[in-house]
């Protein structure tokens, strides 16, 4: 950097710290209360985020982006559909709090090595950082997907073979929410818990599938809820079918995933046999040319 470069950059920096010192300041009186039982575990430096959610509500960001749905997606899978917004929120304003804070610091370090491409640097540590928390979400909800998947066969055909044996759905729900300790289980022991507090089987169920997020489980929570006022046997009938369609799922889901993983394969393959022809073509041309 020449001279003008370095009093550019560090007149840059100047104006940044101080609008994030005070954008942080403001928003550290305004929402505090959000930040304030965040598990520091899950969320560290989580003192930073009242940066980024004082900037989101001076610029009112709208919830209509491709970008933000998807995020809403993951975030209802992962919190329920009560509590996406909130986590959205944060999630953007820890976002933008550390991606600014990063942004300028990498932009001091380019003025301290004083060089132009320590500059360049800076923009994409912080298109790293966005890349990073994103990723971290959409990562977390497909793990969640993939736990949900693959327990919901074994949970379904217990529950329809102890709607078989006479016991009531509700009975039943409880039942084979309390045999397992996965994470399935565990959002079947939440819908049990918040039907116990008031909230109607119906609803209850459909916070369920909202949760889980998978499309053919909510089919299935969808056509339950249209059976439920039908006899014992036709319910039956229903769960026994639904059962064999989620087996049926899940041998296709893990075909598509051995075909994945083939394809994957075949990458390393291709270019270790490339390396292996440049290897034996090279000498052999290199005697052709002597």
């Not at 491409?117 to 950082?129: C, R, Y």
């Not at 055909?157 to 300790?181: E, F, K, P, Y």
């Not at 046999?273 to 090279?282: P, Q, R, Y």
Request: charged letters at 20%; one cysteine or more; glycine letters at 6%.
């Amino acid at each position: 950097m020449g001279a003008s470069g370095l009093v550019a950059v560090s007149s840059l920096i100047t104006v940044l710290s101080v609008l994030y010192v005070y954008f942080w300041s403001v928003g550290n009186h305004r929402f505090e209360h959000m930040i304030r039982d965040l598990p520091a575990r899950r969320f560290p430096l989580k003192c930073l985020y009242t940066f980024g959610l004082e900037l989101l509500s001076k610029i009112r960001y709208g919830s209509t982006s491709q970008y933000v749905r998807k995020l809403e997606k993951c975030f209802r899978i992962l919190y329920g559909r009560r509590d996406s917004a909130f986590y959205l929120h944060i999630h953007l304003a820890r976002m933008i709090s550390v991606t600014c804070l990063v942004f300028i610091l990498l932009l001091l370090l380019s003025v301290m090595v004083n060089a132009w491409t320590a500059f360049l640097f800076a923009f994409a540590g912080a298109g790293g950082m966005v890349y990073y928390y994103d990723r971290l979400i959409y990562e977390k909800a497909d793990r969640h997907l993939e736990q949900i998947r693959r327990d919901f066969p074994d949970a379904l055909t217990t529950m329809t073979l102890l709607v078989n044996a006479g016991m009531i759905l509700d009975r039943a729900w409880r039942a084979t929410a309390q045999s397992n300790s996965g994470l399935l289980y565990k959002e079947m022991q939440r819908t049990s818990v918040r039907i116990d507090n008031g909230v109607s089987r119906a609803a209850a169920l459909r916070e369920f599938a909202d949760r889980c997020g998978d499309q053919f489980l909510d089919k299935v929570i969808s056509a339950l809820l249209q059976n439920l006022s039908k006899g014992n046997r036709e319910l039956v009938a229903f769960l026994r079918r639904m059962s064999d369609e989620s087996w049926n799922e899940r041998k296709h889901s893990v075909r598509r995933k051995g075909e994945t993983a083939s394809a994957r394969m075949l990458f390393p393959i291709v270019l270790t046999f490339i390396g292996i022809l440049i290897l034996v073509m090279v000498p052999i041309m290199a005697n052709g040319t002597v």
